[in-house]
């Protein structure tokens, strides 16, 4: 997961960064660091990206246009 794919996850689900720190069990400035970049140990971003799924994301792979997110049909 890219740091554009967390903000647009996000947006897509209208979470503010302590909220999805609280789904993901992580600190709200790791929400920040992630979004701005920063490397992350991979468990941490794991969680945030399993937080996200669980919510209705779906995370599309780079493919020539870009990575990107959205949302499951059923959610």
């Known amino acids: 997961m890219q740091a554009v ?3 647009m996850a ?3 689900l ?3 960064v302590r909220e999805l720190a609280e789904m993901a069990m992580v600190a709200p400035a790791t929400i920040s660091r992630l979004e701005r970049g920063e490397e992350l140990k991979p468990r941490t971003v794991e ?3 399993a937080a996200l799924e ?3 994301v779906i995370f ?3 493919n020539g246009e ?3 997110a959205r949302l499951r049909k059923d959610r």
């Open 47 to 49: 969680a945030i990206r």
């Open 60 to 62: 599309i792979d780079e």
């Open 10 to 12: 996000r947006a897509a």
């Open 14 to 16: 209208g979470l503010g």
């Open 5 to 7: 794919q967390c903000r």
């Open 66 to 68: 870009g990575p990107g």
């Open 54 to 56: 669980a919510a209705g």
